[in-house]
T-cell receptor, first 115, second 113 residues
Framework: NAGVTQTPKFRVLKTGQSMTLLCAQD?????MYWYRQDPGMGLRLIHY???????AKGEVPDGYNVSRLKKQNFLLGLESAAPSQTSVYFC??????????????FGNGTRLTVT | GENVEQHPSTLSVQEGDSAVIKCTYS??????FPWYKQELGKRPQLIID?????GEKKDQRIAVTLNKTAKHFSLHITETQPEDSAVYFC????????????FGPGTRLSVLP
């Protein structure tokens, strides 16, 4: 049981390049999330998904797109990277939907630098 | 939407002393309050959580208290040890479709030997 797995662990992009971050979970969780973490600002929600085929915007969605074609995978895309997107990105999941509140399980993070 | 404030932003204590971190939330619909510990370069990990139908919960040296009327909850660590040094995040979440979590900005705890 690997939990939540993120790839890649590190990436350096030039301004304007695109990339996709992959998140996979093997806990059969319904909900999946992408957060970014910047110094002194905690964890801010980018996008989230409440189930396969559904996505929604979080607090800071601009410049990012997501897809959840399979229940176990949640992809985060940057179409045209900007230096302001330099951050550590965490994927998280929780569920099942029928449970009364369950905690988030986080991946190990992706450190992205945009030059 | 929900807003979570957390204080203090940094906290230094002597080994063996107690540490208290406080959070306030704004949305009365929030009913689940987890606390996460994040060591340097690692992912956040759940250390304790509390639901709105409970006023206090304890797990060994860690306890959390919740005051729904005042909309604040606190993390208490007793007999602190150097391995408690980390950044601690509180969060608030309503039980609804989406179960979003809003995090506080974090508290950097340093336990001095």
């Amino acid at each position: 049981n690997a939990g939540v797995t993120q790839t890649p662990k590190f990436r350096v992009l030039k301004t304007g390049q695109s990339m996709t971050l992959l998140c996979a979970q093997d806990m059969n969780h319904e909900y999946m999330y992408w957060y970014r973490q910047d110094p002194g600002m905690g964890l801010r929600l980018i996008h989230y998904s409440v189930g396969e085929g559904t996505t929604a915007k979080g607090e800071v969605p601009d410049g990012y797109n997501v897809s959840r074609l399979k229940k176990q995978n949640f992809l985060l895309g940057l179409e045209s990277a900007a230096p302001s997107q330099t951050s550590v990105y965490f994927c998280a999941s929780t569920g099942p939907r029928s449970s009364y509140n369950s905690p988030l399980h986080f991946g190990n993070g992706t450190r992205l630098t945009v030059t | 939407g929900e807003n979570v404030e957390q204080h203090p932003s940094t906290l230094s204590v002597q080994e063996g002393d107690s540490a208290v971190i406080k959070c306030t939330y704004s949305d009365s619909a929030s009913n689940y309050f987890p606390w996460y510990k994040q060591e340097l370069g690692k992912r956040p990990q759940l250390i304790i959580d509390i639901r709105s139908n409970v006023g206090e919960k304890k797990d060994q040296r860690i306890a959390v208290t919740l005051n729904k009327t005042a909309k604040h909850f606190s993390l208490h660590i007793t007999e602190t040890q150097p391995e408690d040094s980390a950044v601690y995040f509180c969060a608030a979440s309503p039980y609804n479709y989406g179960q979003n979590f809003v995090f506080g900005p974090g508290t950097r705890l340093s336990v001095l030997p």
